[in-house]
């Protein structure tokens, strides 16, 4: 009796204040309907994870419980059999759900006896279990065992569906190099926030990033050099597939960037045959941009292109490559557009369609070509007008290597300066007027490197400005408000701690 009394006292009270309300619990991006459940679900050690019949839903239900195992030292029996059990949580593969609006919908019910996650594909339940991560105590992200925390999830019923299909980041590996490891990284990362597309520029002025067996000089002299002389590098081919299928588990989409016919110093000095004057170029350390150009006359020109796109199409899961084409400064807009045109047609002889910034408009495109908008209005608009989907990345709001404020040390500030609130406060439907809605299919955050020598900068720059575009590319206008985000950005900071992330912490993050 003692002992039941002593049991009954200590855990009584604890248990009843577990259950935070939901309103403790920061989700970002915020789902689109959020409605409170009386009691919350509380997992324990005798906690079953019900994964389904299906391969996909076994392997979400799989992350799951080796995160959890990793933050508790609770290893959880997982069955396959659905069974309507308490204590278990359910991860629902089910095509046929047509209730769930987008193949990255989901819903989440959490309730005393169980929690289910229900999605029509696997990207759904992928989305739906990033949900269910923020639901869960700050110590779920933590790669050490926490025992004395109570894995509590507040009652709740979300039905989420994102905004945009594209919702991107861009990271410019080729002004500093950045090892498999940092790329690996920055994935997982951005995929707690649902974003679903990772745009690698591979090449620039300054550095040839990724390994072309036709070619290998690319790798073997473009690769050395990075802005300021630091070290450059590259990625084998085996370590860039390493990366799509890292990128690949975490539901992203890698976008491989060889930027052209101008930012192409790095090819110039790898095979003089690829100038007109049949010289080749030293390598470039710099920052300037627009002095460079591919010779546009030449075959040679085009048998480089077809062999690039080719190796790289074949490295390549996802529908797109990005063929740059900004700032060709130094090639006539005659030459430019003929040079594009050809390399849109090498793109679609590989099975690809075309994706590249604003500027390759003026080549002629088709409705399956994805403009990025950057800069200039008019020009995105001229590309809506062929038919093009867009992207949206507009610098002043977007570019994360901007800075802060004037004082905050790394970044550029061409565009202006960018502070926490003005990145989240804008409406990616009122970038580009008369474009219609249907075109606009997202947002991307690029980070230009110039000034960014390693995965801390990076974070600096990147967090927490880019989980605010996370909201944006996913929560439903209505949905969102600047006050109810930085509340919960706030509350957000002490993941961002547990996994050691590097994020300026503005004054505006302060109580
Ligand atoms: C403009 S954005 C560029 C890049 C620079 C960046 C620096 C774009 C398409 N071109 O070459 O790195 O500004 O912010």
Redesign the pocket.
């Known amino acids: 009796i003692i002992i039941l009394l002593y049991i009954c006292i200590s855990c009584t009270p604890e248990k009843t204040a577990i259950f935070v309300p939901i309103t403790e619990r920061s989700l970002i991006p915020y789902p689109n309907e959020v409605v409170t459940a009386e009691q919350g679900f509380l997992i324990d050690a005798n906690t079953t994870i019900y994964a389904g019949t299906s391969f996909d839903s076994q392997a979400i239900a799989l992350q799951f419980s080796d995160r959890f195992t990793k933050a508790s030292g609770i290893t959880l029996v997982t069955k396959k059999e659905s069974q309507l059990a308490k204590n278990s949580i359910h991860f629902v593969l089910d095509p046929t759900a047509n209730e769930i609006s987008d193949d990255e919908g989901y819903f989440l019910k959490s309730t005393k006896d169980r929690v289910i996650i229900r999605a029509k594909t696997m990207s759904g339940l992928f989305m739906g279990l990033q949900t269910f991560y923020q639901l869960l105590p700050d110590e779920i992200v933590s790669d050490t065992i926490h025992p004395k925390v109570v894995w509590a999830i507040p009652g709740v019923i979300i039905n989420d569906a994102p905004q945009y299909a594209y919702r991107g980041a861009m990271l ?1 590996v080729a ?1 500093h190099f950045f090892p498999v490891e940092d790329v690996k990284r920055y994935i997982e990362l951005i995929a707690s926030y649902k974003i679903n597309k990772l745009h690698l520029h591979l090449t ?1 002025d300054q550095g040839w990033r990724i390994e072309i067996k036709s070619w290998p000089k690319l790798t073997e002299i473009g690769s050395t050099s990075a802005v300021g002389g630091d070290q450059g590098g590259f990625y084998t081919q085996a370590q860039y597939r390493d990366i799509v299928a890292y990128a690949k588990l975490h539901h992203i989409t890698i976008i491989p960037e060889i930027d052209m016919p101008g ?1 192409t110093n790095a090819a110039l000095a790898s095979y003089p045959a690829l100038n007109c004057d049949g010289e080749a170029r030293s390598l470039y350390t710099g920052m300037k ?1 627009g002095f460079s150009t591919l010779c546009v006359d030449k075959e040679i020109t085009y048998q480089f292109l077809d062999d690039v796109i080719r190796e790289l199409s074949a490295l390549t899961l996802g529908d797109y490559i990005h063929l740059g084409g ?2 060709s400064h130094v090639t006539s807009k005659e030459d430019y557009n003929l040079f594009l045109t050809k390399a849109q047609a090498i793109v679609k002889k590989y099975g690809k369609n075309v994706m590249g ?1 604003e500027d390759i408009q003026s080549a002629g495109i088709s409705d399956e070509t994805i403009i990025q908008h ?2 200039n209005p008019e020009i995105a608009r001229l590309g809506a007008k062929q038919g093009a989907s867009i992207v949206l990345s507009p ?1 002043p709001k977007t ?1 994360l ?1 901007m800075k802060y404020t004037k004082d905050t040390k790394i970044g ?1 500030t ?2 202006g300066v960018t502070p926490i609130d003005s990145a989240y406060m804008w409406n990616p439907q009122s970038i580009l007027k008369d474009v219609p809605t249907s075109q606009i299919i997202g947002i991307e955050s ?1 980070l ?1 490197t ?1 000034t960014v020598v390693d995965m801390n900068a990076i974070e600096y720059l990147a967090f927490p400005r880019l989980i605010g575009h996370a909201e944006l590319g996913w929560t439903q206008e209505e949905n969102r408000t600047w006050d109810s985000y930085l509340q919960r950005l706030k509350n957000h900071q002490n993941r961002l701690k547990i996994k050691n992330v590097h994020y300026y912490p503005s004054p505006l993050l302060e109580e």
């Open positions: 410019d002004r620039d930012h941009v900004d700032e910034w950057w800069t610098a570019y290597d550029l061409w565009a690029p230009w110039e």
